[in-house]
């Protein structure tokens, strides 16, 4: 039976750092090589996103620099290896993790990936699709509810970039998503590039998709680039990256989502063949512009109802 968490829940905490609000806001992913850049700008307006499974030491230089950054700025902490859509049982030691993670940092957002990477024993560096079946279904919600149950909050759970769709699917990727947040409680992170790769391959529309998606779930936005390449047959073949600025056609659904949504907590992702700070401030600057705009016009529309 799963069940809806919400903080309120549980006694509070005394806190270790200060509790910033995410609430309309742009921000990048932390990477140590910018801790410098960052910390000589000062307390800026934005906030970081960190991979869990990079902190999962017990400390060391990652956290010291982590820590710097925690002072002045909200984190968003982001799973990639909880492999919630996988068969077998969730890894307790894995769990217990990033449930330290939670208590130690206090993100203001917490995420994993509608998706699996291991097999048994083995663990694959992907996030690898699952069929959208009544049985994966029972699944995925009893493992997000465990996960719930252990940090002690709801969590987002972000949409997949996918190369391929299974037979046996009997429903659609997005009912498939609102029927866990339904269920669970959990929350959404809306990764639009991802929606841009997945309907490019498989040659849906994203506009269909974003339509039919339960935007009123989400509590995070992810935007990133994405590389062109072709399949065995020569047709064009969208990889999610995380290489390279975000694309034209993702920056215009984006728009069209802050319009429908208001001002979510929007992260700019970017993994490898990462720039000099100062690009990548520049991509989360342009997303904050587009949060900015539409919230002075939704002020503006309130104020002439008023």
Not at 62 to 84: K, Q
Not at 124 to 147: G, K, Q
Not at 210 to 235: K, R, T, Y
């Amino acid at each position: 039976m799963s069940l809806t968490v919400s903080p309120s829940a549980f006694a509070p905490t005394p806190l270790r750092f200060p509790a910033f609000s995410v609430d309309g806001l742009a921000g990048t992913s932390f990477k140590p090589q910018h801790l410098s850049a960052i910390l000589g700008e000062g307390k800026q307006r934005g906030f970081f996103e960190i991979h869990a499974e990079n902190y999962m030491g017990e400390g060391g230089a990652p956290h010291r620099a982590l820590e710097a950054v925690r002072r002045d700025h909200p984190v968003s902490l982001h799973g990639v290896c909880m492999s919630i859509g996988g068969p077998q049982p969730l890894d307790r030691k894995h769990l217990a993790r990033f449930r330290t993670l939670v208590e130690r940092y206090e993100p203001a957002l917490v995420s994993e990936h509608l998706a699996w990477s291991t097999h048994q024993t083995t663990y694959f560096n992907d996030l690898l699709p699952l069929p959208y079946t009544e049985a994966t279904l029972r699944l995925v919600c009893d493992h997000i509810d465990e996960v719930q149950e252990a940090i002690r909050r709801p969590l987002l759970l972000e949409n997949p970039a996918t190369y391929l769709a299974f037979r046996e699917s009997t429903m659609g990727e997005s009912e498939f998503i609102r029927r866990i947040a339904q269920r669970t409680g959990c929350g959404l992170l809306l990764d639009i590039n991802n929606v841009f790769v997945s309907a490019t391959n498989h040659g849906f529309s994203a506009l269909d998709y974003l339509s039919a998606f339960p935007l009123a779930f989400v509590g995070e936005i992810h935007l990133a680039g994405h590389a062109e390449q072709g399949d065995d047959e020569g047709a064009l073949l969208l990889i999610d990256s995380h290489d390279a600025p975000v694309g034209d056609a993702v920056w215009k659904l984006f728009e069209i989502v802050i319009g429908r949504c208001g001002p979510v907590p929007t992260l700019i992702e970017w993994d490898s063949n990462i720039p000099d700070w100062p690009i990548l401030k520049a991509e989360s600057a342009a997303a904050q512009a587009i949060i900015d705009r539409y919230a002075a016009i939704a002020r503006k529309d309130r104020h002439a109802v008023a």
